[in-house]
């Protein structure tokens, strides 16, 4: 019996020495979203996840542009795409960027807006885009994505999820 009691104290001090050792961080916000920034930046792409009309999820690879450090993020497809159809039927999404490395990701949840103005849509193009859409007028429309949260984790800075629930930093707009 006495040693039932000694390891269950044992156990419950080494999970409170392991929570406040590598779960415990001192980041601002400010700081949060820098690393969070660099995370996207490192990756090639992102998973971009969309509601059908029965509400499942659809994901799919999309090259984003990163527009401003409020994570203001622009996608373009093609107006026939089944994610368009999905946006107007619910225009909840997430983004999930990945490091190069695979050791941080950025998952971010947010709201959809489709965007067919000409004008917008030169102003946030990116030159990667260019070979695949022949006339922005008419092949193209921007998605704008304008996050609501923002979850982070990062073994490289040592943003860590929770070890007794796994859940990550999460930053609300």
Known sequence: ???????????TICIMLFSSNSFSQNY????????????????????FITLDSENKPVSRLMD?????DAFEIYLITNPKSRKVSH??????????FISS???SYV????????????????????????????DLDKDCI????????????????NVLSDPLTWEPTTIIF
């Open 87 to 96: 946006l107007r039927n619910n225009n909840s999404i997430s983004l999930n």
């Open 64 to 68: 984003p542009h990163i527009y401003n």
């Open 101 to 103: 490395d695979g050791s």
């Open 28 to 47: 601002t916000e400010r700081n949060l979203k820098t690393i969070a920034n660099s995370i996207i930046n490192d990756s090639k792409a992102c998973v």
């Open 1 to 11: 019996m006495f040693y039932k009691y000694h390891l269950f104290y044992l156990v």
């Open 142 to 157: 921007l998605i704008k994505i304008s996050p609501k949260s923002m979850e982070l984790v990062s073994s490289l800075h």
């Open 107 to 134: 998952s971010i949840n947010g709201i959809a807006e489709l965007i067919n103005e000409l004008s917008l849509k030169k102003k946030y193009w990116k030159s990667d885009w260019t070979p695949y859409y022949k």
